[in-house]
């Protein structure tokens, strides 16, 4: 079966990094995605990765290692803002996302 | 800059009645999607669109139907609520089938 997981619930503190993982198991891969979702709101794209390695943009990275079939997103300097959700969605052969349930990620100061 | 909008955004419906939830793009894009959002499961797809009346069931499709009469419009018709169905609905486009998908804010619906 096609199964995404990643921690349900992180904590980090303002001004610290977090790493945020996930595994995927899809039938085929074109291409890992991760979104933000605040609360009551819509997820919004955060990055997308189909090469191994890691994509920088701004304080965010996000990683891939498609034989470990593994991601991470890399959240330097945290600002309370970024308390939100974060989504891992892998894109499979039929170019379906299946989604992962979310990271919710507390902020403290 | 909202170039996708759900409507309703809340609605509450009782058990047996039809419903129907409307996504509207402005961006011309392909490929629209009807999602639902629970607590503890990812998003799950319900149907989706690649084209003017161009539609396929995704994985949790039973007791909802869809249609796609304009390139802009995108339906969501639960035939008769049931109070599984409460739940969030989100509206998803994209230009590509393998590219990101940008979401609409939602609609919240509770079935009583």
């Known amino acids: 079966g096609q199964n995404i997981d990643q921690p349900t619930e992180m904590t980090a503190t303002e001004g610290a990094i977090v790493q945020i993982n996930c595994t995927y198991q899809t039938s085929g891969f074109n291409g890992l995605f991760w979104y933000q979702q605040h609360a009551g709101e819509a997820p919004t794209f955060l990055s997308y990765?189909?090469l191994d390695g890691l994509e920088e943009k701004g304080r965010f990275s996000s990683f891939l290692s498609r034989s470990k079939g593994y991601s991470y997103l890399l959240l330097k300097e945290l600002q309370m803002k970024d308390s939100a959700s974060y989504l891992c969605a892998s894109m499979d052969s039929n170019y379906q996302l299946i989604w992962g349930a979310g990271t919710k990620l507390i902020i403290k100061p | 800059d909202a170039g996708i909008t759900q409507s309703p955004r809340h609605k509450v419906t009782e058990t047996g009645t039809p419903v129907t939830l409307r996504c509207h793009q402005t961006?011309?894009?392909?490929?629209m999607y009807w999602y639902r959002q629970d607590p503890g499961h990812g998003l799950r797809l319900i149907h989706y669109?690649?084209?003017?009346?161009?539609?396929d069931k995704g994985e949790v499709s039973d007791g909802y139907s869809v249609s796609r009469s304009k390139t802009e419009d995108f339906l969501l018709t639960l035939e008769s609520a049931t109070s599984s169905q409460t739940s969030v609905y989100f509206c998803a486009i994209s230009e590509t089938d393998n590219y990101g998908y940008t979401f609409g804010s939602g609609t919240r619906l509770t079935v009583v």
């Open positions: 961006e011309n894009h392909r490929y």
């Open positions: 990765n189909v």
């Open positions: 669109s690649y084209g003017v009346k161009d539609t």
